[in-house]
């Protein structure tokens, strides 16, 4: 039964309700009346209420399709050579610990040496085989927050599929969902405005009802990857801490977040902030508690004049905290060129307005405009979500490899931060 057919019948049975009830009222009300109605009908909260109600049924509609048979998301499995590659080493040697049986043997695949692992089992493998550093002992993890101004940056995006890439090197990782429209829930495979309470999102702790953020943590369904879901009643976060500024005089508003990530931090190798699309509240505490900075930056006009208002206000924002001795320091700045579509006249003009500005703080890779995110996204996912791209392989990997390369330079400057920062 698709989805179609099932919203169809679900908004004619409301066209059904609505119909009769202005023919009732049609016929309860005097016909001078009538000839004085507008022709198009006032929408006022009861009309919103019914809007939103049916919103949320499309969205669940179609959550539920793109998730079957069971409206949870399911991680990829990866070949033996996609785990070579991710491990860093030969075929030869994964047989060899094969036939050890120190490392899970996977699931034989037909009558050939193929073999299929989950990602469980892949993580398994990749924190016993690469080389990749890891964290040393009395260090905690360090906090990356993905932030911009603008909506349709690929800020959540760019979010998820760096927590899911360091997971694939190894890490543990904490995704924390601060925007009130809570994208990063959904691509978990939430429906937050059905699914996710007031009481398990950060909102305890800015309320002061909670000392610490542990009561909020839950599992995903990728392995190594936990969540702080987001909800829309994050929203209400802008009024509550104007309020206790308002109530205490000298209240540090830009550092509720912090301490209690901070606690996370011993427990996980990265924290992955994901904030809303202005200078909010929330994105101020992010902001202060975040050790590096990634800044998803499309090669557009608006993006380019949006980027430049955030930095303005975000410094003055700085400097008045200075002012009151606290003065904040990032490992790390980045900007992603991100959404690069180079079949648009203006991108490359754009993209030069961002070099020269941003100079070395610009990434040396950037994400090229693709299907493969479209068709992703559609399926509540991103590119690591798949496990066979049913369309061209080239058209895969090149959005593949540029989000490795990302997430490779962003590991680096974490693993850095912890062998030469305090």
Same mark, same amino acid.
């Given at each position: ?15 059904? !309700? ?79 610990? !094969? ?127 936990? $969540? !702080? ?34 606690? $996370? ?133 090149? !959005? ?23």
């Amino acid at each position: 039964m698709s989805v179609e057919w099932k919203l169809s019948r679900r908004l004619s049975a409301r066209g059904a !309700i609505l119909k009769q009830r202005r023919l009732a009222m049609a016929l309860t009300t005097p016909e001078s009346d009538l000839k004085l109605k507008p022709i198009e009908a006032k929408v006022g909260p009861a009309q919103l209420i019914e809007l939103a109600g049916i919103a949320d049924d499309m969205l669940a509609l179609v959550r539920d399709s793109m998730l079957k048979p069971h409206p949870r998301k399911n991680p990829p499995e990866y070949t033996t050579t996609q785990l070579a590659t991710l491990c860093g080493i030969d075929r030869a040697r994964i047989n060899y610990l !094969i036939g050890k049986g120190d490392l899970p043997p996977g699931v034989a695949q037909g009558a050939g040496r193929g073999r299929v692992f989950t990602l469980a089992e892949t993580r398994q493998w990749v924190q016993a085989e690469s080389k990749i550093k890891k964290r040393p002992e009395g260090k905690r993890g360090r906090i990356v927050v993905v932030s911009n101004f603008k909506g349709g940056s690929t800020k959540t995006t760019t979010a998820m599929s760096l927590a899911q890439g360091l997971t694939l090197r190894g890490r543990k990782v904490l995704i924390v969902d601060l925007d009130p429209q809570a994208s990063l829930s959904s691509l978990c495979g939430l429906l937050p405005s059905a699914e996710v309470d007031s009481d398990a999102t950060v909102m305890p702790l800015i309320f002061g009802d909670q000392k610490d953020l542990r009561y909020a943590i839950q599992p995903t369904y990728w392995d190594g990857l936990d $969540l !702080i879901p987001g909800a829309p009643t994050l929203f209400s976060a802008e009024f509550v801490i104007p309020h206790k500024v308002a109530e205490k005089p000298g209240f540090e508003f830009w550092d509720i977040l912090a301490p209690a990530l901070q606690d $996370l931090a011993v427990d996980y190798d990265t924290i992955v902030l994901d904030t809303p699309p202005s200078l909010s509240y929330l994105t101020i505490n992010a902001l202060m508690a975040a050790d590096g900075m990634l800044m998803p930056l499309p090669p557009k006009s608006l993006d380019f004049a949006s980027a430049a208002q955030y930095w303005s206000l975000f410094s003055d924002l700085a400097s008045s905290f200075e002012k009151r001795n606290f003065v904040k320091e990032f490992d790390f700045v980045n900007i992603l060129l991100s959404a690069v579509n180079a079949q648009e006249a203006s991108a490359s003009v754009v993209r030069e307005w961002i070099v020269s500005t941003y100079t070395a703080k610009v990434l040396p890779v950037e994400i090229p405009f693709s299907s493969v995110i479209g068709t992703t996204a559609t399926g509540f996912g991103t590119v690591y979500d798949v496990s066979k791209w049913e369309g061209g392989a080239k058209t895969y990997s090149r !959005i593949r490899d540029a989000y490795d390369q990302v997430v490779e330079i962003i590991d680096n400057k974490i693993v850095k931060a912890w062998y030469e920062g305090a």
